[in-house]
């Protein structure tokens, strides 16, 4: 049975640990990483080899929204004409043509024609095909033309159910050699923690808009797609294993860097500043920024603008930011790769067994050492956890922070739940076996004052009773002492519940003999009343035993008692380390010596004078007049008691 409740005990603490393993890991472990990232991860600004061109409000400004594409043709032709930047990566859609300015698109179209390191973006939707049979040759066509070579080792990569591609315009698609999606992917809190550097359409993988332009940089080289990682072998690319697996489409973990107060981790230019350049050029004025500042850098044009009227708020929620733009996160995503910066994490199993490892220490602790060792170490290795998290952090290993602390703190509860209801059951087995050896009276003072549990007592009044078997050292000589044994410990069994149920203790067994008090532990005014009645049934028990004794070949036995009331000295007495809770004084003495009486005058139930003065109204005795007690220097009258004045006769 205890077997079953362990096992049962074992299978409920571990369904409640998985409960709140997964509620703290899909709640609250996402808060934490942001916070970790913010504070640790973040600690360096991006890459000053990226240049974001921000179409932003003073843009807006002086060139009205929507715009005419040959601005585009503008900031691109003064970056390439007095520049040799890397590549450029356009953070937009173009998904129609502009039928009011078809001359500027074509300028644009123009622009771009001209450009081999340009990468576009490029959207799929969730509507299917009008027409199924000419969507599959588009679906085919954009996949030859701007996907890259992928060796897919997981043969079947699940994304985000697109059911199409949102075409370009004929003479855009003719003329742009390089597009990518732009889909960033956001956690089910809207927080963007981690990008799909491969975007799955159908059967076909893409890779995102900053992965495209680093694989663009890096002459295309075939990348290796598995559950695990991705690997670019002749770029010596290797991302860091996924964080998670979030709705079927694999992630990476982005490693955010430090914001500037315009709330970009890399360095930005207005768009305005572009354009007003090239007209200073086109006019023969000197400009004001140095196409110096354009060599070798990877340049992102995007666009944000606060007024909402234009739909250019490209503002995302990232673990850095609330308002964090979309095309700085591109920017991070390239810097990242660029680098092979990616943050590391754990997986979910290893983040479950940090937190399954951490919980089995705690209780291991709790089970082995006091409260006050095993609290003291916890809390000391929840810190040392704390800075440890830090330095994983500081160092791009994301691991989980809060779980393994709200399993630790789970664990806590039960293991010292455990350890109370434990304790809890073993002092009560202690209280029983040691109530065996004390009266359970005692045992309960004992415990309620443990902590005054001391030498001493106080005075008090109470009733001592003496109960002795007569012939007891005959009897033994003639039996075996396991035969003897098995009679004492009979007579011992009946007699205790009877003198239990009249407010008695057992002080001790001496032997053959019983020492029993009234009046103290328990607290009873008619003390010397029930002791006697107690007597009168002990001597009743033991005429039912002689019978069955007899009846087993036993021998019979017979039993005097004494009784005496008077003031006695009770409470704890012996040494420091082993003491005993007794009473002493003349009036114990006295009950014994009556006791012995009964041995003379041939009785079985003597009292003393002063338990006499108590019960002289409920009892019908004889009186034994001047009986020299030995020790004493008075004669004393004592009595036998033959029954209660309502019984026959004991």
């Known amino acids: 049975m205890r077997g079953i409740k362990t096992f049962l005990t074992f299978i409920a603490a571990s369904i409640f640990l998985f409960v709140a393993f997964w509620i703290s890991n899909s709640f609250f472990e996402p808060k934490f ?26 843009s807006i400004a002086k060139y009205r929204w929507p715009w005419k594409r040959d601005l585009y043709s503008k900031i691109f032709d003064n970056i390439t004409e007095n520049a040799h930047p890397k590549l450029i990566v356009h ?117 995102y808009l900053a992965f495209r332009a680093y694989l663009l940089d890096k002459n295309n080289p075939e990348c290796s797609v598995s559950q695990n990682n991705i690997i670019c072998e002749a770029a010596d690319f290797y991302a860091p294993k996924y964080r998670r697996y979030v709705g079927g489409h694999h992630r990476t973990p982005v490693k955010f860097y430090k914001l500037y107060s315009n709330n970009y981790s890399h360095k930005t230019i207005s768009a305005v500043k572009i354009l007003d350049d090239y007209d200073r050029v086109k006019s023969g004025q000197k400009t004001e920024l140095s196409p110096e500042i354009f060599n070798n850098k990877y340049i992102i044009l995007g666009a944000n603008v606060k007024a909402s009227s234009t739909g250019l708020s490209d503002i995302l929620h990232s673990p850095v930011s609330a308002r964090h733009p979309g095309t700085d996160i591109l920017a991070t995503v390239l810097d990242n790769a660029l680098h092979n910066d990616f943050l590391k994490s754990f997986s979910i199993w290893q983040n479950a067994l940090l937190s399954i490892v951490s919980a089995l220490l705690i209780y291991l602790l709790i089970s082995t050492c006091t409260t006050f060792i095993s609290l003291s170490i916890i809390s000391t290795s929840f810190i040392i956890f704390f800075f440890a998290a830090c330095f994983c952090f500081y160092n791009g290993l994301a691991i989980n922070v809060i779980t393994p602390v709200i399993l630790g703190v789970v664990t806590m509860i039960f293991g010292y739940l455990h350890r109370f209801l434990i304790e809890g059951q073993n002092k009560e087995k202690i209280k029983k076996a040691m109530g065996k050896y004390i009266s359970d009276d005692i045992m309960e003072n004992v415990v309620k004052n443990i902590d005054e549990l001391k030498l001493g007592g106080k005075k008090s009044v109470v009733t001592v009773l003496f109960a002795d078997i007569r012939g007891f050292t005959s009897m033994s000589e003639k039996m075996s002492a396991e035969e003897v044994s098995n009679i004492l410990n009979e007579y011992f069994t009946e007699m205790e519940p009877i003198i239990s149920s009249h407010k008695g203790t057992i002080n001790k067994f001496i032997g053959d003999a019983v020492m029993a008090i009234f009046g103290e532990p328990i607290n009873d005014k008619n003390h010397a009343l029930n002791a006697v009645k107690c007597a009168g049934d002990m001597l009743k028990k033991v005429r039912k035993l002689q019978h069955k004794w007899l009846e087993e070949g036993k021998p019979k036995i017979e039993i005097g008692i004494g009784i005496n009331t008077g003031e006695v000295f009770v409470g704890n007495i012996g040494s420091e380390k082993r003491m005993e809770y007794t009473v002493i004084g003349d009036t114990v003495n006295l009950a014994s010596r009556i006791e012995s009486y009964n041995k003379i005058y041939k009785t079985n139930f003597l009292i003393g004078p002063t338990t006499y003065d108590e019960v002289k109204n409920y009892v019908n005795v004889i009186k034994i007049s001047d009986v020299q007690i030995r020790g004493k220097m008075q004669k004393l009258d004592i009595y036998e008691v033959l029954g209660m004045i309502e019984d026959k006769g004991v």
């Open 91 to 207: 953070d937009a859609i173009i998904g129609t043509l502009d039928k009011e300015n078809p001359e500027s698109d074509t300028k644009y179209f123009n622009s771009i024609s001209k450009m081999n390191n340009l990468v576009s973006g490029m959207e799929f939707t969730f509507k299917d095909y009008d027409n199924k049979l000419k969507g599959i040759a588009r679906d085919e066509q954009y996949y030859n033309k701007f996907s890259t070579p992928v060796d897919d080792n997981r043969k079947y990569f699940e994304g985000f159910k697109f059911k199409s591609i949102l075409p370009f315009p004929e003479p855009y698609y003719n003329v742009l050699k390089y597009a990518a999606p732009v889909t960033c992917p956001q956690d089910n809190d809207g927080v963007t923690r981690d990008i799909s550097l491969f975007v799955a359409y159908k059967q076909y993988l893409y890779p």
């Open 33 to 58: 990483y942001d916070f970790m990232t913010k504070a640790f991860t973040a600690h360096k600004y991006g890459s000053d080899d990226i240049l974001i061109i921000v179409i932003d409000d003073e």
